[in-house]
């Protein structure tokens, strides 16, 4: 049941649907805010396929008409009268292995395609009809304003690319793709300093204890966060205690610089952060999170200050070996935008 539209007629809302881990794990490789673009469609008549890609939630605004009719905060075609389906090919903004995909419809009721597919490649320029694709969601039935997530599980390929199938007709919301990006480290120079906790280069966000304002992964998006919601936030805590993530990086490393950057937390920005890290041969998410209780300090814990960049090198990073994993501590609670781990490979 939708809320009440605000003044401007906006809903903001879909019908919730708790995500799977791979979805709060895992970065959207077809965001468009990683690049991700649609190179083709079939038909956009309704609504531009360029706009399923947008980072932000879809909303249903009343009354918004353009000169096609009723704007949609997605892509929608036109109603099909000749047989045949409708398709769009994306560009992933990161290549990468996926693990698990959103098919969303939120806002489409009497307008959303009754079933889907979705095909994958992988090509260094853009695909052309001798392309191969690779089918990794069979057809399956949608239904409308809702989130469809499919897991993708032990499918280590990398693809490039997307073709979305929509039967026959009708609008999607957003396709989020969730996976692991790629990083060719065998073409880097080893003695090189390395961010090996972005997600472009393979990091990932492996758990963390809260995010009730924030979305944990965007902690290793490149660039600075460009407003509050651009970040890591928890929940005021009213116990004894403090908040944490634990980030895999994308290649061991010897870590030789910090930084922990508030961008736009000035109100509600961490009092200390300090950082643990350990290399781990083998493990899951799950046994990370007891492991991490005793790993050794990187960084002691450090005062913080509201919409700053903080950088730590030299001796106040600890000489502990290579590393694969880290853990940042917030005290007691609040919210960093940006962690940046840079290092030299390590074998």
Request: net charge negative; glycine share 10%; hydrophobic share 40%.
């Amino acid at each position: 049941m939708s809320k009440p539209a605000l003044p401007d007629g906006t809903i903001v809302n879909a019908p919730h649907s708790e995500p799977p881990p791979y979805a709060t794990r895992h970065a959207n490789l077809a965001s468009a805010d990683f690049g991700a673009k649609v190179l083709s469609c079939s038909d956009e008549f309704f609504a531009s396929a360029q706009r399923m890609l947008q980072a932000s939630e879809p909303v249903f605004i009343v009354g918004k008409f353009d000169e096609h009719g009723k704007w949609m905060d997605g892509w929608e075609t036109r109603r099909r009268r000749n047989g045949g389906h409708d398709q769009a090919i994306v560009r992933l903004g990161l290549p990468g292995a996926i693990r698990g995909l959103d098919i969303d419809t939120s806002h489409f009721t009497g307008n959303f395609p009754p079933a889907a597919s979705v095909h994958a490649c992988r090509c260094e320029g853009e695909p052309d009809d001798s392309t191969a694709w690779t089918e990794i969601v069979a057809p399956r039935p949608l239904q409308g304003n809702a989130h469809h997530y499919v897991e993708i599980a032990g499918d280590d390929r990398v693809w490039t690319h997307l073709r979305l199938d929509i039967y026959p007709d009708g609008g999607v919301a957003r396709l989020r793709v969730y996976g692991q990006p790629a990083c060719d480290w065998a073409a880097r120079d080893p003695q090189a300093l390395h961010e090996v906790s972005a997600l472009a280069n393979g990091g990932r966000i492996a758990a963390y204890n809260d995010a009730h304002f924030g979305v944990p992964f965007r902690l290793i998006m490149p660039g600075r966060g460009v407003n509050m919601g651009d970040g890591w936030e928890t929940r005021r805590r009213r116990e004894p205690g403090y908040d944490w993530c634990i980030i895999e990086l994308g290649h061991a490393a010897l870590v030789q610089k910090i930084e922990i950057d508030t961008a736009y937390f000035k109100g509600n920005y961490p009092d200390r952060v300090s950082v643990q890290a350990a290399r781990v041969e083998a493990s899951t998410d799950e046994s990370l999170v007891t492991q991490a209780m005793f790993w050794p300090e990187l960084l002691g814990e450090q005062k913080m200050q509201m919409d700053h960049q903080h950088f730590f090198e030299g001796g106040a990073v600890q000489s502990i070996g290579a590393v694969t994993h880290v853990r940042v501590n917030m005290y007691p609670d609040g919210g960093i935008s940006r962690v940046r781990i840079w290092g030299r490979l390590a074998d």
